[in-house]
């Protein structure tokens, strides 16, 4: 095999390394290319000992190792940022398991008709409202404790004659990034 064939190679497992890792960057292969980036880099030190008298070739080779480089140098900080978890991808799917996550653990806080023993009925529907706030990074002390419970107590009413229904639950959820309580009629 002559200089330019082994040139065309390195250059072809270049493209593959390159498509592999763009490919893991992107969530289509779950395995980083570690393999095809080590033989890369074995024929990369092998290029640096050819002897090329032809210009035209050396310049080819240096482009390909410096290509190479710039990929490596790539590769390693986005590799760095996916372990720090800072990685676009992968916060992006942490918010979506975040979000999802919290709408599956909503559960009904308060009914309609309060509970004597608790007081009102409604606190722990406020307590969770708040949580939630906190969480979201959103200001707790703008919403008045008794103004929300006399807000619920109404709603309750509205909702059960509206609907014929004979109580009416309260869950705290998520509508676009925000906390919100959803009224849940029950028959």
């Not at 705290?172 to 990034?177: A, F, L, N, P, Y």
């Amino acid at each position: 095999m002559d200089i330019s064939q082994k040139m065309a190679l390195l250059e072809k497992k270049l493209n593959e390394l390159k498509t592999g890792y763009d490919k893991y960057f992107t969530g289509v292969e779950r395995i980083e290319p570690v393999r095809l980036r080590e033989e890369v880099q074995r024929m990369i030190r092998q290029a640096g000992t050819w002897h090329i008298t032809n210009t035209g070739l050396k310049f080819k080779r240096d482009n390909i190792v410096a290509q190479f480089n710039s990929y490596t140098q790539y590769w390693n900080r986005i590799l760095r940022r996916i372990e720090d978890g800072t990685y676009e991808r992968d916060v992006f799917k942490m918010k979506l398991k975040e979000r999802a996550g919290s709408m599956n653990q909503t559960k009904p806080a308060a009914s309609g008709s309060p509970n004597k023993q608790s007081g009102d009925g409604y606190d722990s529907v406020y307590n969770d409202l708040m949580n939630a706030r906190k969480k979201a990074g959103i200001p707790t002390n703008s919403m008045d404790r008794s103004a929300f419970e006399e807000n619920l107590r109404r709603q309750s009413e509205t909702i059960k004659k509206k609907y014929g229904a004979s109580r009416v639950d309260f869950v705290v959820g998520e509508k676009d990034g925000k906390p919100v309580v959803k009224a849940v009629p029950k028959k």
